[in-house]
């Protein structure tokens, strides 16, 4: 039996979220973020998008692209309470969501035998009439496609791709529109002449393999229509951390140190409470020029003490030269399990 796929998404739901709660903002370019000159901008509404802000763009640039935009903080509490809402109306219809973000899950409505269109069209319905958001729905059989299919056309779209419609239907796209491909991946492709889908359908997997490692077979098979992925019920958490934009650019390895040892107080807590342990510690940096960069070290041990986590988060800092300066600094957590006996600190003397 071939599958049936549901992917939802919330129209631009921060920014819909604040709508709704003040209409006065109904029809007016509002951006929702951190609201310095030095934040970023989380989402905003389709208004402020027609004058090129985007998500994850910097305050600063967003205001200049649109100087009359309604800037406002995020409220994650109040955006949590309306998910919840909207979560609890998936789950209604069947148990096998897979959450991906606040406002984002696949759902699995194969075993529902009923007409695909019309369980969209009853979320859609219902998701309205609860919290008076709306939300696109893609339907199809696999997840890339369904994905795709729901930000075919945002906002408040409905789009169904069928296996009669492939490959024709994904070959005019651009090859951004892949899933999981990223920006410096597409810029890759486009350097070589490789702009849209059907150009590279022409690409044997061989080649796409050289370039970009196994992603190339999933590259290779998505184009194609295959995409053997499960809907997860169960998400475990990947990685716990805690990350902030610095209120100056600096490369003053003493500065940095005290925001990271803030962090590791954080995380610390965060894995006891919830009785885990990592062994993976990662620290994340962007350079004054809005470039990311990672460098982790993974311990022969899990660990949780704050102590632990600290020591080797600044072994790891110290060993960095920064050719620029840091707008940005992170430090996270990752493979990550239960914690099943008290755990002694790596330095223990009595160990």
């Given at each position: 039996m071939e599958r049936v796929i549901l992917h939802v998404d919330m129209?631009?739901?921060?920014?819909?979220?604040?709508?709704?709660?003040?209409?006065?903002?109904?029809?007016?370019?509002?951006?929702?973020?951190?609201?310095?000159?030095r934040g970023v901008v989380a989402t905003c509404s389709y208004e402020a998008r027609k004058y090129g802000v985007r998500s994850a763009m910097p305050v600063y640039i967003a205001k200049a692209l649109c100087p009359n935009g309604i800037y406002l903080p995020t409220r994650m509490a109040r955006y949590k309470e309306i998910?919840?809402?909207?979560?609890?109306?998936?789950?209604?219809?069947?148990?096998?969501?897979?959450?991906?973000?606040?406002?984002?899950?696949?759902?699995?409505?194969?075993?529902?035998?009923?007409?695909?269109?019309?369980?969209?069209?009853?979320?859609?319905?219902?998701?309205?009439?609860?919290?008076?958001?709306t939300i696109s729905v893609g339907v199809s059989y696999n997840k890339f496609l369904a994905k795709l299919a729901s930000d075919w056309n945002k906002p408040n779209g409905l789009k169904i791709i069928r296996?009669?419609?492939?490959?024709?239907?994904?070959?005019?796209?651009?090859?951004?529109?892949?899933?999981?491909?990223?920006?410096?991946?597409?810029?890759?492709?486009?350097?070589?002449?490789?702009?849209?889908?059907?150009?590279?359908?022409?690409?044997?997997?061989?080649?796409?393999t050289e370039f970009f490692g196994k992603y190339g077979v999933e590259i290779y098979k998505r184009i194609r229509g295959i995409d053997n992925r499960k809907v997860v019920i169960s998400r475990e958490r990947k990685s716990i951390g805690r990350e902030t934009t610095?209120?100056?650019?600096?490369?003053?390895?003493?500065?940095?140190?005290?925001?990271?040892?803030?962090?590791?107080?954080?995380?610390?807590?965060?894995?006891?409470t919830k009785g885990l342990s990592g062994k993976t510690i990662t620290l994340k940096i962007k350079t004054s020029t809005f470039e990311n960069h990672t460098k982790n070290k993974t311990l022969p041990m899990h660990i949780s003490k704050e102590e632990d986590i600290l020591r080797e988060a600044l072994e790891i800092l110290y060993s960095i030269d920064f050719q620029e300066k840091i707008r940005l600094i992170g430090v996270s957590v990752s493979s990550l399990e239960e914690t099943k006996l008290q755990q002694l600190t790596l330095f223990n003397s009595d160990f």
């Open positions: 129209d631009a739901f921060f920014a819909s979220v604040e709508v709704i709660d003040n209409p006065k903002l109904k029809g007016k370019p509002v951006i929702v973020g951190g609201i310095s000159e998910s919840e809402k909207i979560f609890q109306i998936f789950y209604k219809i069947t148990p096998y969501v897979e959450p991906l973000s606040i406002d984002e899950a696949y759902l699995d409505i194969t075993e529902l035998k009923k007409d695909p269109v019309s369980v969209a069209m009853y979320i859609k319905e219902k998701v309205k009439n609860t919290t008076g958001l296996s009669d419609m492939i490959p024709k239907i994904l070959l005019p796209l651009p090859v951004s529109k892949i899933y999981g491909l990223g920006k410096k991946s597409a810029e890759k492709l486009n350097a070589i002449g490789i702009f849209t889908i059907e150009e590279l359908h022409h690409l044997p997997e061989e080649l796409l610095l209120r100056s650019d600096t490369n003053d390895k003493k500065e940095l140190e005290a925001y990271i040892k803030s962090f590791c107080s954080s995380i610390s807590k965060t894995l006891i």
